[in-house]
């Protein structure tokens, strides 16, 4: 049974670096094909992907917040860690983490979500 | 602006046949990635509900979904009410390198 689940603070303060842990069990991130990608949805708005890192470390992100993203991988932990730099309070969403069903390091679904974790960017 | 296009919002009486479009262009779906489709209930994570052209376990047969070049649809037949959801096309950009998901469509059960 695949589960993951994020952990992380709730509250940021504008042009801090925010940290979000997600960890997993179910599955190796070892194992051939396999990815955990990061996506999330500010309130009122739609999904966004932000970022994925696939079993050979390779990553992906999103093209408009690569300067301030940071993916990484421990495999011993079975842990994602998504780093996000200068937050500002539109970075303000609930956050998941999700496990990338595919074959290859492009293309796929995310099968499997996190429950989620609410993230406010406040002074 | 998303790059995956869908309609805001469709509506339709229980029992009845809905559909959701998707258009994305030469570098996504157009470029052969599969166009997944998920449900969003408020206060829950998204579920995927169509893979490519299947179904994962569990889900009823009533949602269905099909691409033809840049173009995807959901149909979801016999409406139900708790069909009721935010629902996003999903695919993988050859462009950006990277996932991209559409603006999102509401479904409406009157």
């Known amino acids: 049974q695949i589960t993951l689940k994020e952990s992380g603070p709730t509250l940021v303060k504008p042009t801090q670096t925010l940290t979000l842990t997600c960890t997993f069990s179910g599955f190796s991130l070892s194992t051939s094909g396999v990815g955990v990608g990061w996506i999330r949805q500010p309130p009122g708005k739609a999904v966004e992907w932000l970022a994925v890192i696939y079993w050979n470390d390779n990553k992906r992100y999103s093209p408009s917040l690569k300067s301030r993203l940071t993916i990484t991988k421990d495999t011993s932990k079975n842990q994602v860690v998504l780093t996000m730099t200068n937050m500002d309070p539109v970075d303000s969403a609930t956050y998941y983490c999700?496990?990338?069903?595919?074959?290859?390091?492009?293309?796929?679904?995310?099968?499997?979500w996190g429950q989620g974790t609410l993230v406010t960017v406040s002074s | 602006q998303s790059v995956l296009t869908q309609p805001p919002s469709v509506s339709g009486a229980p029992g009845q046949r809905v559909t959701i479009s998707c258009t994305g262009s030469?570098?996504?779906?157009?470029?052969?990635?599969?166009v997944h489709w998920y449900q969003h209930l408020p206060g829950t994570a998204p579920k995927l509900l169509i893979y490519?052209?299947n179904r994962p376990s569990g889900v009823p047969d009533r949602f269905s979904g099909s691409k033809s070049g840049t173009s995807s649809s959901l149909a979801i037949t016999g409406l139900q009410a708790e069909d009721e959801a935010d629902y996003y096309c999903q695919s993988y950009d050859l462009s950006l390198s990277g996932y991209v998901f559409g603006s999102g469509t509401k479904v409406t059960v009157l």
């Open positions: 490519g052209n």
């Open positions: 999700a496990h990338r069903r595919g074959q290859t390091d492009t293309g796929g679904a995310f099968d499997y």
């Open positions: 030469d570098s996504n779906t157009g470029a052969g990635y599969d």
